[in-house]
């Protein structure tokens, strides 16, 4: 005889956005999960999370909303027993390890993924593998021009992953000077160059390229629709209901 169990009780943060719309569907069709606040600032259900929380109880709250807006969000929940997905970009590196002692001083769930489509995460995975074999490499990532935040967390989080294995991604580079300042893109973790894009018709895509003497390593991925992030995020919402812990990159969690 099956025991029934309590479903997750989902608030949605941005969710008039398109990114909080297809949240909203996902939710409503996992058959563990139950949506219980849409908070917006521009006609949502609730306006805050704060309002939100004083008329319905809250397990997991996802945010996607903006840079701007984020950290408090996240300060709000680690600080009033709920758990947060974060898929909003933009957190700063020494914001990101605030929520990391507050996730584990209150015993919350904060998992922080600057993107949720398993197949980028699988992308950024295999740039990290590739850095120990290259000594140089650079990022491309294209955006729709609506996307506030420039270079974007997925290509951030590259790089990181990257410099882990690579002390300087530009080895044996000549001495360089911009005629136009900005041309060599953003110089991140170790020398990574990231170069951004942002055009209508882009949704998210990225190449990480490898050069070597003789030979070009590119690995890509493209995002057609915001669908493909879902299966993440309610991956994301699972772990962070059950195991009560930090996590930054959607790869900590993967099998």
Not at 207 to 223: A, W
Request: with cysteine; proline share 3%; net charge negative.
């Amino acid at each position: 005889m099956s025991v029934l169990t309590d479903k997750i009780k989902i608030a949605v943060c941005g969710s008039n956005g398109k990114m909080g719309q297809e949240v909203i569907k996902a939710v409503k069709a996992a058959d563990d999960m139950e949506l219980a606040a849409e908070i917006d600032i521009a006609d949502g259900q609730f306006s805050s999370i704060k309002e939100a929380k004083e008329s319905v109880k809250i397990d997991v709250l996802i945010d996607f909303t903006q840079p701007a807006s984020i950290y408090e969000n996240a300060l709000f929940c680690l600080n009033n027993g709920i758990n947060i997905v974060i898929g909003t970009t933009g957190l700063k590196d020494e914001q990101i390890k605030e929520l990391e002692t507050l996730s584990k001083a209150n015993h919350l769930g904060c998992l922080i993924a600057p993107n949720f489509s398993t197949g980028a995460v699988l992308m950024m995975m295999f740039a990290k593998t590739a850095s120990k074999y290259f000594k140089n490499a650079e990022i491309i990532e294209l955006h729709h021009n609506q996307k506030k935040d420039a270079p974007s967390g997925t290509a951030v989080k590259t790089a990181l992953m990257m410099s882990e294995e690579n002390p300087d991604f530009t080895s044996g580079n000549c001495p360089e000077k911009e005629t136009i300042e900005g041309a060599r893109g953003a110089n991140a973790y170790n020398n990574i160059h990231i170069h951004s894009v942002r055009l209508p018709g882009y949704i998210a895509s990225q190449e990480v390229l490898f050069g070597s003497s003789g030979q070009i390593l590119t690995i890509r991925h493209d995002s057609m629709n915001r669908e493909c992030y879902m299966p993440g995020v309610m991956m994301a919402v699972r772990y962070v209901s059950e195991n009560k812990t930090f996590v930054y990159g959607l790869e900590k969690i993967m099998d």
